[in-house]
C-alpha cells in the first residue's frame, strides 16, 4: 500500500457543505425548504444524473433554470470549500512513510485546481486525475489506470479512499483495496461490504497509519 488514491469532495474537502447551502439557496428561490430528505436524495444520485432530478423537483422549465443557478453558485463558492480538519496530518504522515499520494475525482479540472488552490492541498500529491482527464468517469476504472500508469505500479501497491460507491466499485473494478470513509454527519455510516476497512472520523484513519508500515 505505497500508492494512496483520494477522492475529493466527501473525502478530502467538505464540498457537501457548500452543496447544501447552494441548494438551499435555490429552492428557497422557487418558494420550497430544501429537507433532509432531500439531502439524501441527492447523496443518492450522480452528478450526470443531476440536472434531471432538478427537473423532477421543479418543473422542466424552473428545473433548467435552477440547474444554470446552480453551476453559477457553485462556481462562486469553490473558494469557500475546506478540508476536512485532520486531513492535511493524515496526508504528511503518509508521505513521511514514504507512500505516494494522487486524487482521483469527478469533478472538471478546472473547479478541482480552484478548491486544491485555495485549501493548499494541491501540495501533497502528485497527480490528480479530473472528470475532464477521462473519457468515463467513476466508477469505470479509468481514471485509476491512468494513476498506476503515472507510478508504474501494480494494483497491489495501491488503495483507494472515498465516501461514495463509486469510489469503491472503481476500486474493485481495477482489484485495489479500498477504504470507506464516512466525515460527513449527512450521509448514513452503514456499512459497505466492497471496502476493505471503514473509518467515520479522520482521526481513527490517521491512528491506524501510525500504527502500520507500508
Known amino acids: 500500500m505505497k500508492h ?7 473525502t478530502l474537502a467538505d464540498s457537501l457543505t457548500i452543496h447544501f447551502q447552494v441548494l438551499q439557496r435555490i429552492f428557497s428561490g422557487f418558494g420550497l425548504d430544501f429537507s433532509k430528505e432531500d439531502q439524501q436524495d441527492i447523496l443518492r444520485i450522480s452528478s450526470r444524473d443531476f440536472p434531471k432530478y432538478l427537473e423532477t423537483k421543479l418543473g422542466t422549465q424552473d428545473g433548467s433554470q435552477a440547474y444554470q ?3 453559477k453558485f457553485n462556481q462562486e463558492t469553490l473558494k ?18 514514504g507512500a505516494q499520494l494522487a486524487i482521483w ?3 472538471d479540472f478546472e473547479a478541482t485546481q480552484e478548491i486544491l488552490k485555495h485549501t ?5 500529491f502528485s497527480i490528480c486525475v479530473t472528470g475532464s482527464c477521462v473519457s468515463q468517469g467513476k466508477p469505470n476504472p479509468e481514471g485509476l489506470v491512468k494513476i498506476a500508469d503515472h507510478f508504474g505500479c ?6 483507494m479512499v472515498g465516501d461514495f460507491d463509486s ?3 472503481g476500486a474493485k473494478a481495477f482489484g485495489i483495496k479500498a477504504i470507506r470513509v464516512l466525515w460527513h454527519s449527512a450521509v ?3 456499512k459497505c461490504d466492497i471496502a476493505a476497512w471503514q473509518f467515520t472520523q479522520v482521526s481513527d484513519l490517521k491512528q491506524w497509519v501510525d500504527q502500520r508500515e507500508f
Open 80 to 97: 469557500d470549500v475546506q478540508c476536512f480538519p485532520g486531513i492535511v496530518d493524515l496526508l504528511q504522515t503518509l508521505k513521511t512513510q
Open 120 to 124: 493548499g492541498l494541491g501540495i501533497h
Open 154 to 159: 501494480e494494483p497491489e501497491s495501491m488503495v
Open 4 to 10: 494512496w488514491i483520494f477522492d475529493l469532495d466527501g
Open 167 to 169: 469510489d469503491m466499485l
Open 69 to 71: 443557478l446552480y453551476q
Open 105 to 107: 475525482t469527478a469533478r
Open 188 to 190: 448514513p455510516a452503514k
